[in-house]
C-alpha cells in the first residue's frame, strides 16, 4: 500500500487584498483524503511553527508591503521534529533560519499561501489544504520563498590579517651564513635553486674556504662547478681537484686560475690534461702554497719545479709522484728553492743517481719524510751522500762518519732494486729520529744491513720488509725484540720472507707489546705464534665488568697462506676473542680488547662471523659457532680415515657440516638463518 503524502505549504501573511485581486476568483479547495484519517492526525501533531530568524532583518531589505501586522512581514515555516503540539506554538511568531532559503529568485509577493482549517480531534483550528496553481517546488516542507524584491546580504566575518614574523629575515648574517655551513657541497648546488637569496648564500665566499671535488665532481655539471670556483675563489684556502676531468678544459682552467688566488693547499692529482701554461700561471698567482700535491700529471717539467722554487717560499709538502716528464734536477731545484720544505715524494723519478742532487739533500738537512720508492736508478754512493755526504771523517773507535745526525723521520726506499747492504747501512746511527723505514722488495738486504738500522733508531714504530728472502730469524729475535725501539713498534710487515718461522716471530711477540697490526703471508710461521700473540692481548689488556661495553681490535694479523697454520692456533686465538671470566666473588669479566685475523679463505668466513659476534658483544653466540665449527672439523677429520665405521663418520662429518652451515648463517641470536641449503636429489625426469 502506498503511503499516505502529506502536502505542506509556507504561509506568508500580507496586508488586505487589493481591488485587483478581490475580482480573482477564489481558488478552489483541496479535496480532503477520509481515509487513513488517524494517521494524519499523529503527523500533524509533530508540526510546530519556527520563529523567525533574527537575521532577516538585519539583512537590509524592506519591508513588504502586504505585511499584515504593521507593515512587518511574518514568515513561517514548518518542522517535523518531535516537539510540542503545533497548537501550542501557533501563537508565537516564526522565523525561517538563513539555511532553509533557496538560492533562486524569490516568488512575488501576492502569491496565494494555504488556508488551514479544523481538523477533528486536534486542539488547532488550522489544517493544511492543497491550494491550486502552487507547484511540488513551492510546497517543499524545509524551505520557504522570498518575495522578488528581497536580497539577502550575508556579512562576512572580519578576519585582521595576521603578522607573520619572517624569522628568516631577523637572523643575522653571521647565523644563516653558519646554517648553510652544515650542507655539503651537492646539497648547497641543490639549494641554490629555491630563490636568488639562497642562491647568494650558496655561493658565499666563506662556505667554500675548503673546495674538495674529488668526493662530487661527477655529480654536477662542469659549469656548476666552474661557478662555484669563480663565486668562492678569492676565499679557497684547500682546493682538491683529484680526479676532476671537468676543469681540464683550458677555458675553465683560465676560471681556476683568475679565481684563485689565496691557495695555502693544492692537490691537482690526476688532471693530467692541465696545460704547462695554466699550471705555472696558478703556481705563480698563489706564493702563500704550503701544501702542493701534483701527483700523475704531465704538465709538471723541469721548468714547472723551477716556478716554484720561485714562486713558493712557504712550501713545506710537496708530491711529484709518477710525473714521467721531470727528473731529479727538478727536485734540487725545488729543495734549494723552498727552504721550509720537510716533505718529499717522488716515486719513481729518474735521475736519482745523481751524486750533485744527494750531495744537496744532505747539505740543507731538512726533509723529515722522504719517499724514494720505485727510484730504479737509485745506488748506493747515491744513498750514502745523502746520509753523510762526500768523504767524511771516520771516527777511529767506532769507525763511523762524524756528521750531524739526519732529521729524517720517514723513510721509503721500496722497490730501489739496486740498493745493497753497503747502501743502507749507512742508514745506522745517523738517523735517531727515525719513525717509519719501509724497504719492501730490496731483494739484496741482509741482516747485515739492518742491525745497525734496528739498534739506532729507539723511535721506529713501523717497519716494513716485505720480500726480503735473505733476512733469517736471528734479526728478530736476537736484535729486533731487543731493540731499544721494541716497546714502541706498532706495525711489523715480513709478508714473503720465506725464512722466517717461529724461532724469530715468538720473541717479537712476547717483547713487542705495543703492536697493533703484523703481517706474516707466506713465512714458516707456526701455531705458537698465534697463541704467543693471544697471551700478548690477554697481558696487556684490561678487562672490563661492564656488559655493554663493546670491545675493540687491538692487534691484526695476517697469515694468508702459512703452511704451518692449523685449525688450533685459529681456535686459540678465537676463544681468547670470546672468554668470559666469571668470578665467585665478583662480577664476571668480559675482554676489552681482541685479535683481528685474517687467514686461510676456508676458515675465513667462519672467523668473521665469530669476530662479528664478539663486537656486538654476543659472546654465547660467538662460543657457539667456535664449538661447532671445532666439531665440523673433527668429523671432517675422521671421515678421512680408512677402516670400518667409515659410512657412519661420512654421515658425521655431513650433520656437523650443516649444524656449522646454520650456525654461521646466525642461528639464533645471530643474524638470522641464511636461505635453507638444497640437498642434492635426482631429476624426475633422467
Not at 642562491?199 to 665566499?205: A, P
Amino acid at each position: 500500500m502506498a503511503p499516505t503524502v502529506v502536502d505542506v505549504s509556507v504561509e506568508a501573511t500580507s496586508p488586505p487584498p487589493t481591488p485587483t485581486e478581490e475580482n480573482t476568483p477564489p481558488h478552489p479547495p483541496p479535496s480532503e483524503n477520509a481515509p487513513k484519517e488517524k494517521r494524519r492526525q499523529r503527523l500533524l501533531c509533530r508540526i510546530q511553527r519556527m520563529s523567525s530568524s533574527p537575521s532577516l532583518p538585519q539583512a537590509g531589505r524592506s519591508r513588504s508591503s502586504s505585511a499584515p501586522y504593521g507593515s512587518r512581514t511574518n514568515l513561517s515555516c514548518v518542522s517535523l521534529s518531535p516537539t510540542p503540539p503545533f497548537a501550542s506554538a501557533s501563537a508565537s511568531s516564526g522565523s525561517v533560519t538563513p539555511g532553509y532559503f533557496s538560492s533562486g529568485r524569490g516568488s512575488p509577493s501576492n502569491t496565494p499561501g494555504h488556508e488551514f482549517s479544523p481538523i477533528g480531534g486536534i486542539g488547532s483550528p488550522l489544517a493544511p489544504r492543497r491550494t491550486a496553481g502552487m507547484s511540488a517546488t513551492a510546497l517543499t516542507p524545509t524551505t520557504a520563498c522570498l518575495p522578488a524584491d528581497v536580497t539577502v546580504l550575508r556579512s562576512k566575518p572580519r578576519t585582521t590579517p595576521k603578522n607573520l614574523y619572517d624569522f628568516w629575515t631577523a637572523l643575522p648574517q653571521e647565523v644563516r651564513v653558519q646554517i648553510f655551513s652544515y650542507l655539503e657541497p651537492k646539497e648547497l648546488v641543490r639549494v641554490s635553486r629555491v630563490n636568488k637569496e639562497f642562491h647568494k648564500f650558496c655561493f658565499d665566499g666563506q662556505l667554500w674556504t675548503s673546495f674538495d671535488a674529488s668526493k662530487f665532481y661527477n655529480q654536477i655539471p662542469a659549469h656548476s662547478m666552474a661557478n662555484i670556483i669563480a663565486s668562492a675563489g678569492p676565499f679557497i684556502k684547500d682546493l682538491n681537484l683529484r680526479g676532476c676531468l671537468q676543469l681540464e678544459h683550458y677555458q675553465r682552467a683560465e676560471i681556476l686560475v683568475t679565481a684563485c688566488k689565496n691557495l695555502v693547499n693544492a692537490s691537482l692529482e690526476g688532471c693530467r690534461n692541465f696545460q704547462h701554461s695554466t699550471l705555472h700561471d696558478l703556481i705563480r698567482s698563489n706564493n702563500r702554497l704550503v701544501n702542493l700535491n701534483l701527483t700523475s700529471m704531465t704538465a709538471v717539467t723541469n721548468s714547472t719545479c723551477k716556478v716554484i722554487s720561485r714562486h713558493c717560499p712557504r712550501l713545506e709538502t710537496l708530491n711529484v709522484s709518477w710525473c714521467k716528464q721531470m727528473d731529479a734536477k727538478g727536485v734540487k731545484m725545488i729543495i734549494l728553492g723552498c727552504p721550509n720544505l720537510k716533505e718529499l715524494r717522488a716515486s719513481e723519478i729518474k735521475g736519482f743517481d745523481s751524486i750533485e742532487v744527494a750531495k744537496t739533500i744532505f747539505e740543507t738537512n731538512r726533509l723529515e719524510r722522504l719517499v724514494l720508492s720505485g727510484c730504479a736508478e737509485l745506488t748506493d754512493d747515491a744513498l750514502k751522500t745523502m746520509m753523510h755526504g762526500l768523504q767524511p771523517d771516520i771516527d777511529i773507535l767506532t769507525d763511523r762518519p762524524i756528521v750531524p745526525p739526519r732529521n729524517l723521520r720517514h723513510l721509503d726506499l721500496s722497490r730501489c732494486s739496486q740498493l745493497t747492504d753497503r747502501g743502507v747501512k749507512a742508514l745506522g746511527y745517523l738517523t735517531p729520529k727515525l719513525e717509519g723505514l719501509q724497504l719492501n722488495r730490496c731483494t739484496e738486504l741482509t741482516d747485515m744491513a739492518l742491525t745497525p738500522i734496528i739498534a739506532s733508531t729507539p723511535r721506529l714504530t713501523h717497519l716494513e720488509l716485505e720480500d726480503l728472502p735473505e733476512i733469517t730469524n736471528d734479526l728478530f729475535s736476537k736484535h729486533l725484540a731487543n731493540a731499544p725501539c721494541a716497546s714502541k713498534l706498532q706495525h711489523l710487515s715480513v709478508s714473503y720472507c720465506e725464512n722466517l718461522g717461529n724461532a724469530g716471530l715468538i720473541p717479537v711477540m712476547k717483547n713487542c707489546v705495543s703492536l697493533c697490526s703484523v703481517d706474516m703471508d707466506n713465512t714458516r710461521i707456526g701455531d705458537l705464534v698465534l697463541a704467543e700473540a693471544a697471551t700478548m692481548i690477554r697481558a696487556r689488556s684490561v678487562r672490563t665488568s661492564a656488559r655493554d661495553q663493546s670491545p675493540r681490535v687491538g692487534l691484526k694479523l695476517m697469515v694468508f697462506d702459512c703452511n704451518l697454520i692449523t685449525s688450533a692456533g685459529i681456535r686459540e686465538v678465537l676463544s681468547w676473542n670470546s672468554v668470559v671470566k666469571h668470578a665467585s666473588t665478583s662480577l664476571p669479566t668480559y675482554p676489552s680488547e681482541i685479535i683481528g685475523l685474517k687467514c686461510y679463505f676456508g676458515w675465513q668466513q667462519t672467523v668473521d662471523q665469530h669476530t662479528q659476534r664478539v663486537l656486538r658483544g654476543d659472546y654465547a653466540a660467538a662460543v657457539r659457532l667456535e664449538r661447532k665449527w671445532a666439531d665440523y672439523l673433527q668429523a671432517v677429520e675422521e671421515a678421512g680415515a680408512v677402516g670400518a665405521g667409515f659410512r657412519r663418520r661420512r654421515r658425521r662429518a655431513r650433520e656437523a657440516q650443516l649444524l656449522h652451515a646454520h650456525e654461521e648463517g646466525g642461528g639464533i641470536g645471530g643474524f638470522g638463518r641464511r636461505r635453507a641449503r638444497t640437498m642434492a636429489a635426482s631429476c624426475v625426469i633422467m
